[in-house]
């Protein structure tokens, strides 16, 4: 990740102040702090690939993506009167490359009215982005006998929200070149494990 002048500006404005009579010092810390954001994964992209790890363990072929609309994917503009979808860059073409993968599945996860969702399903159809389903998931649930009780609280491997900690100016690029180069492909012949042992004793 690459920062732009008006953020080294920002950081170095900060620095200097730390360090008023030695600004070739300042200069050298921005470029160690550049360096390391060059070079650490976003949080939730380390998560993304333990998951991974361990779902190649446990030759689970679907994962569960919860995913949040405004401030998530689209810029937020909360009037009740506008569903327009406003994506961050890298939003789309990385969801697009999710939507293309068979083994993810994404849940939109939203407070948003039904009138508005209605209105964001037909705006993420015709951008080639495929929720499969709205704050749900009847794949896995108690009455199948998979993991834990799921009826207040969908079960899903990933969670995208803002409110979570999600930084869509920057996480959606990682995401992007993620998918775009990954040679991770779960076997199709897996699938979801629904019944686990874990509570038996």
Known sequence: MKLTKKEESKILKKINNLLVDDKDKS??????FQDFLENHDPTVLQWIKKMFNHAKKKE?????????????????????????????PYAKETLQLMSERE???M????????EEIEVYQKTFKKDGIIFDFINENPDVSDSKGSFGYYYDKPYFNVLMEDKAGFKPEIVWKYLYKYFKNTKYKPNPKWSMKYKEDYHIK
């Open 103 to 105: 083994d993810i599945k």
């Open 60 to 88: 689970w072929f679907e994962t569960y993506w919860a995913i949040d609309i405004h401030g998530t994917i689209s810029i937020p503009d909360f009037r009740k009167d506008s569903a327009k979808i406003t994506y961050y």
């Open 107 to 114: 849940i939109m996860y939203t407070s948003s009215y039904p």
């Open 27 to 32: 200069v050298e810390i921005l470029s160690i």
